[in-house]
């Protein structure tokens, strides 16, 4: 019996980070462990306050420790400015996209209350799509140099990178995810867009373009369609109704999803998962440390809190997000949120609040 109870348990590593990511990863965990999930927490210390002490910004084998020794990981976020160049967090976060090769960045936008969205008459069910994020390439590879620097010929050179393997898998992945994924009201997903700007960027939307076609024809129950980049902003503001999942590279989801997260009531509401199937998974809320928010128990804690409800869903404990999830959508129907969305409360308060909603329930 206990040791069926221990291979049940789940290893999560903890990574709170800088700013505001430590104040709301301390209440998603609150909610975990009201969850009473069996998972196992072990906390890493790994951030700008480590940095600034002894220069570590990984460990040595801390990735591989991770990949070997963890089901899963969540993190807070990372960017403090007594680190001006921020190299801790580009190696940390960065580090962990790449080096544990997380491909795909999964980010669900779903309005909880239409008092969130900032456009007229879009109701819950009107918003509720997720962006499927390539994670591993693009230019955040950060290949390219810079050429007579500092003089008026200064040449910058700054590479889109975009494998074959790298397009093919994230492709599959989100076909996949519309295979085996429902909307929030239990209807199937049946249709991925894929975004790209290849009327501008030939080689790699080319790429893009070709792969999507050749993927997309092992999976005839899904409709496929695409948008470029630009015309998908405009269209997400206008009608995001018309959304189901999207698949993109890597500068194009971080940007969009940004834009997702204010129709969604801001960056505080926003989860994402960096996923690798089979291998240790990341989980964090979309936004960043908000130096100015930090210390001051004002950070909204529901794209930390969602995002721990990702991850269980992860882990296997579906039951438990769910249940997560109906009680952070009571929270924001009750006010019992914090100012960015319309409460009143502190960042602690509104983890209280939904640890004591999850424990009558
Ligand atoms: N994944 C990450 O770790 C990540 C992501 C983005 C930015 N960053 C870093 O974070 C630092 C700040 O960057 P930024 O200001 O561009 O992005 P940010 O997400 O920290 O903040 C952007 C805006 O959103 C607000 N905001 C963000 N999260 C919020 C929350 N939980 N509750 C209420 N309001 C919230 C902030 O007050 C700010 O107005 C920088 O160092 C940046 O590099 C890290």
Redesign the pocket.
């Known amino acids: 019996m206990d040791g069926k109870k221990k291979d049940q348990t789940k290893k999560v590593a903890v990574i709170p ?5 430590k104040e ?1 990863i301390p209440e998603a965990v609150k909610v975990i462990e009201a969850s009473t999930v069996p998972v196992d927490l072990t906390y890493f210390d790994w951030g700008a306050d480590r940095y600034l002490a002894d220069k570590t910004t990984v460990p040595t084998d801390g990735f591989a420790t991770l990949s070997r020794e963890f089901d899963a990981i969540l ?7 007594r680190v001006p160049s ?1 190299i801790h ?1 580009k190696e940390i ?1 960065l580090g962990m996209r790449f080096k544990m090769d997380l491909y795909a960045n999964v980010r669900p936008v779903r309005l909880l209350d239409a008092s969130l969205c900032p456009l007229k008459g879009v109701e819950p069910k009107d918003l509720d799509f997720v962006v499927i994020r390539e994670n591993t390439e693009g230019v955040y590879v950060d290949s390219g140099g810079i050429f007579k620097q500092g003089t008026t010929d200064e040449v910058a050179v700054q590479e889109d990178i975009n494998t074959r393997k790298g397009v093919e898998r994230v492709i599959r992945f989100a076909f996949e995810y519309c295979s085996h994924n429902k909307k929030a009201d239990g209807t199937a997903r049946k249709r991925l867009l894929m975004c790209d700007k290849s009327n501008a960027m030939t080689y790699a939307g080319g790429l893009w373009q070709r792969v999507f076609k050749e993927v997309g024809a092992a999976y005839p129950q899904i409709k496929c369609e695409h948008m470029y980049v630009g015309a998908l902003c405009t269209q997400m503001v206008r009608d995001p109704r018309q959304f189901d999942v999207i698949v993109t590279n890597n500068m194009f989801g971080d940007i969009i999803t940004d834009l997702a997260a204010g129709l969604q009531g ?3 509401m926003a989860a994402s998962g960096n996923i690798h199937p089979g291998k240790t998974s990341m989980f ?10 930090a210390g001051k128990n ?7 809190i969602l995002t721990s409800a990702m991850m269980l869903a992860h882990l296997g404990f579906a039951d438990a997000a769910g249940k997560i999830e109906a009680a952070v959508l009571e929270a924001v129907r009750q006010k019992k949120t ?1 100012q ?1 969305v319309g409460g009143s409360l502190g960042t602690n308060e509104v983890g209280d609040w939904v640890v004591q909603h999850l424990r009558k329930a």
């Open positions: 980070g800088d700013g505001i990511g709301v993190v807070g976020a990372f960017g403090d400015p921020n967090a976060l801001g960056l505080g964090e809320p979309v936004h960043g440390s908000a130096p100015p928010l004002v950070a909204n804690p529901m794209g930390a914090t960015d």
